[in-house]
């Protein structure tokens, strides 16, 4: 069996909870990071990689991605900036490691570098890259994995998660997978397994009680619910 691919979500740590909540249908959002609804983001791509002339394709599959968020939340991305280093959301590809994003706001609190990894694979890139960028700007959006939503309460096989990822250390298998949210933290309601914001779980690291493969496509609960925590604005009645 290869090695899992799982996203590392970054920006775990930092709780401010202070936002209002809202009535969702699926999915979980982080409250405290959640963008103000109908803001614009820039988004740009960084480093080697991501800006050379061999990667047009993926740039523009990437850009096509992002505003397929758009079509269901009223957030917009932006990829025109004049400076990418002062763009909020800053994109670079990597041929190694797993993709990774910084979840909602707190993209604004990285000052330097990326703020986003997508990696590039030699294989089924397209495919890949379509799963890749639908995830990370989910969290761009705020969204957290789907596995640590708090109405879902997984009862792990530590050890074989844990030998899955032979290259994590305990705390990073334990923050990124056993930990869960509590319904305090994120705007969330019924568990969407069909989300793409959930991974790939195997049966053995479940005892055999829960499998699922990892999403290509945003799933109806993640259209309708992206859509109710960043509602269109309502049109000016006379
Ligand atoms: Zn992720």
Known sequence: MGRAPICEQLGLDSVDDGAESSNVQALGLRKNLKWKNGSTLTVAFVGTLATSRKMSWARKLVRKYAHTWSKYANIRFTFRVK???NATIRICFTREGNSSSQVGTNCR???QGPTMRIRIRSTSKRYFLR????H?????LGLIHEHQHPGRRIEWN???VQRAYPHWSKK???KNIFDHYEPGEVDASDFDANSI???EIRSEWTHGKFSTKRKSHLSPGDKSAIREMYPPKKKATI
């Open 83 to 85: 400076r990418p280093q």
């Open 109 to 111: 609190k990285v000052r």
């Open 131 to 134: 799963q890749s960028a639908l």
């Open 136 to 140: 990370e700007f989910g969290h761009v």
């Open 158 to 160: 530590k050890k074989a």
């Open 172 to 174: 990073k298998v334990r």
């Open 197 to 199: 914001m959930m991974y």
